[in-house]
């Protein structure tokens, strides 16, 4: 399958890293096919290499899939895990990314736009592999209370300390709306956090019988989004 590049505007060129990319790494040569993709537009595409440029000319537009539009809410963890987050999550579909700071959090928010740099290449990278058609947007909150939960249609907290409800109890699941996963950081969350959430009405689940780390939680209830495609 041609590879995949993300780009600001689809105006048939390519340059910067991702032209160094096909050049230099890839290796292409005139008229390989690759796979272009700008705001949810995926176009089939050959290319032409000149001055350290890449040229393309669009063969076919691809074909989008609906998609659950989600967004995870990760409690802030350390910051291997958060690149860990960054890249799975995007391999399983994540729509966006909240890093916030909550009551048990470790580490503080510092250094910010830094990370988001980061993070935000992290994502790019792990969408062109995971042959995605976006990349999900990537933010920092210091605050689990400065996120608008209006945004949301239904707030889904997996949590530790529910032992009834599991995810299969999440079965009305509709396309077109909008979910939101808190995933608590080390340590988990705490009550006066499930106080919180209770009073924006939102469901409680487990994610099964055992205890996952923060960073791989997330991808549990990604994957159980996944398979409702």
């Known amino acids: 399958m041609p590879q995949r590049y993300f780009v600001k505007n689809l105006n048939g060129i390519i340059e910067g890293q991702d032209a ?63 690149e860990f987050v960054s890249k799975y999550a995007t391999v399983f579909g994540v729509s966006q990314i909240y890093f916030c700071g909550m009551e048990r959090s470790i580490v503080k928010l510092e250094n910010e736009t830094f990370k988001k740099q980061r993070l935000s290449t992290i994502a790019k990278e792990a969408a062109e592999l995971a042959h995605r058609f976006d990349i999900p947007n990537i933010e920092m909150v210091s605050n689990i209370k400065n996120i608008d939960f209006s945004y949301f249609d239904q707030i889904i907290v997996c949590d530790e300390d529910e032992h009834m409800v ?64």
Do not use: W
């Open 166 to 229: 599991h995810m299969k109890a999440l079965n009305n699941l509709d396309i077109f709306k909008k979910y939101a996963v808190i995933i608590g950081p080390e340590g988990g969350i705490s009550d006066q956090e499930r106080i919180f959430f209770k009073s924006l009405d939102a469901t409680f689940i487990s994610l099964g019988q055992y205890i996952l780390p923060t960073e791989a939680a997330s991808l549990s209830i990604l994957s159980f989004f996944m398979h409702q495609n």
């Open 20 to 82: 160094h990319h096909i050049i230099r790494v890839m290796r292409m040569r005139d008229h390989d096919e690759i796979i272009v993709c700008d705001k949810q537009t995926c176009v089939l595409a050959t290319i032409e290499i000149k001055d350290e440029k890449v040229f393309y000319t669009e063969i076919k537009k691809l074909e989008l899939k609906k998609q659950f539009n989600v967004t995870l809410i990760q409690g802030l963890p350390k910051k291997n895990k958060m």
